[in-house]
């Protein structure tokens, strides 16, 4: 299975670029991929990196390099199969290329790096006002300006509704649409990214929580002999990460102040552990009294859940050993850990490195608290 | 612009509780509810249609063409091509056949062997 370049393994690699619409690459292109590096993280934009041959007579560096088909801006659409089943990892812009040109022949390379089409929303900052529109209705006002890139939004009404008063408050925009958007998903408590797929061209901009329930993915096992998915995982527990926020708004009538009670995070975040993790610190949200008492518990209650996430797991994984790919921002299952750090975890990122012969996987997972609340995971 | 969905949608709904595994074949077949007399639920996969013939040709020659010979099965046909037996569907799918053992009953057929890293025929979105 090692040996096999790329494109004939068991592992297919699907290369496309473009101007907006793309089309699959030439075959040179598909020969000279020496690695892909793709990343995703929840809540965050997602990277990539592709290194080439760029050997001194091949059609890169005669034609097609010099004709713009790696510029800036050029649309990337990569796909994988495994095992006959496709999904698309990759679907981003292309924003730096850099040329290492080297005296030892066959080691000069191209490196393209690039981000998920979000970059295109963090391209030019706007000034826009939305009287009398919800967080999520601003958002998906946002998005629908997207629609040619194949984007679909995904938006959630956010979890603790905030009616507008146009008398009272009009909503301004001053930065770039992803930074607006980020923030509006950060003071809900929601995460916003782009997934792409099903199909090559297609994308979802969700604008929602973290989804903690439902199916997990195929478990990870370590520390089992010959039954081992992972190569290594390495679990740490930060006590100080978790923080319980106070706020206190003021009644503008009568000018008294008064301090909202903690939040229940359990809706937004479903444990996952059994114990959880005390809240060691404590801070004080600023600039809460300003604002109508439902904006400040839906920033409180956003604080108190990001910050929830004590138990960080890190590790790596081989595709072809483990069967199946690692999809980031769903929940899977960790046996073979111990009592304490069994169980299910959030996949905050996962990191594809592809090259000819090899598909590793870098993930970092999450939860909240110790030891697992069932005693099975999904294998 | 499309709908705001609710909160709860996001977590009543199950997802990628989807009925079938992404490596079947009905996995992009929508699921229907059908509701009888006496009020009851009855959840179905909807009909499966076949991706549009000689699209494949068309494009690049993707497809590969095999020969089939003495003993070969659809199952080892997909094993040796996708690297998973159980994917010998999309062969059946590219070379539209009602059962699947008429693909290789004959050997000297020509049959097509879809692209390896190609997408299924477009379907709704996954869960």
């Known amino acids: 299975m090692s040996e096999q370049p790329v494109g004939r393994g068991p592992i297919h690699i699907t290369l496309q670029t473009g101007p907006r619409l793309t089309r699959p690459v030439p075959p040179e292109v598909v020969e000279a991929l020496l690695s892909a590096q793709i990343t995703a993280t929840a809540g965050e934009r997602s990277g990539f990196q592709l290194a080439f041959d760029l050997t001194k007579t091949g059609a890169l560096s005669r034609r097609l390099l010099p004709e713009g088909f790696f510029d800036p801006k050029t649309r990337v659409i990569l796909s994988v199969s495994v095992k006959g089943t496709a999904e698309v990892l990759l679907d981003g812009l292309i924003v730096r290329q850099e040329v290492g040109a080297s005296n030892q022949p066959g080691h000069s390379t191209l490196t393209v790096t690039g981000e998920d089409l979000s970059v295109l929303m963090d391209l030019e900052e706007r000034t826009d006002r939305f009287p009398n529109l919800r967080p999520s209705q601003r958002v998906a006002r946002i998005l629908a300006k997207y629609a040619d890139y194949g984007i679909e939004p995904r938006v959630f009404q956010e979890k603790i509704e905030q009616p507008p008063r146009e008398q009272l408050r009009v909503e301004y925009q001053t930065a770039t649409d992803l930074a607006y958007v980020t923030d509006l998903a950060r003071a809900n408590g929601y995460i916003f990214f782009l997934e792409p797929g099903p199909r090559p061209g297609r994308s979802t901009a969700v604008w929602g929580p973290e989804i903690r329930i439902g199916q997990r993915q195929h478990a990870l096992n370590v520390n089992m002999d010959a039954n081992s998915t992972v190569d290594q995982l390495t679990f740490a527990y930060d006590g100080t990460a978790r923080e319980e926020p106070q706020a206190r708004v003021q009644n503008p009538a009568t000018r008294d102040t008064l301090l909202l009670p903690q939040p229940d995070i359990g809706p937004l975040r479903p444990p996952l552990g059994r114990r959880a993790t005390p809240a060691l610190r404590r801070r004080t949200l600023s600039g809460t009294a300003k604002k109508e008492s439902e904006q400040a518990q839906a920033e409180l209650l956003a604080r108190a859940a990001l910050s929830a996430d004590a138990i960080s797991g890190s590790g790596s994984l081989d595709v072809n050993r483990h069967g199946y790919i690692l999809r980031p921002r769903e929940l899977v299952g960790v046996r073979g850990a111990g009592v304490t750090y069994d169980g299910d975890y959030y996949v905050k990122s996962v990191t594809h490195n592809i090259r000819p012969g090899s598909y590793q996987q870098n993930f970092t997972l999450s939860r909240e608290g110790l030891i697992a609340r069932s005693g099975t995971v999904r294998p | ?127």
């Open chain 2, 1 to 127: 612009m499309a709908e705001i969905e609710p909160y709860e949608s996001a977590m009543d709904a199950i997802p990628g509780a989807h009925p079938y595994p992404r490596s079947s074949r009905y996995h992009d077949a929508e699921i229907g509810v059908h509701r009888t007399a006496d009020g009851t639920e009855v959840r179905y996969a909807k009909r499966r249609l076949l991706p549009p013939l000689g699209e494949e040709q068309t494009e690049d020659g993707e497809s590969a063409t095999h020969t089939v010979n003495a003993g070969e099965r659809p199952d080892l046909l997909a094993q040796h091509y996708f690297g998973d037996p159980a994917q010998w569907w999309q062969i059946a799918d590219a070379n539209p056949v009602l059962d699947p053992h008429e693909l290789t009953e004959e050997a000297g057929r020509d049959i097509r062997i879809p692209h390896a890293g190609g997408f299924p025929a477009s379907g709704g979105r996954h869960v």
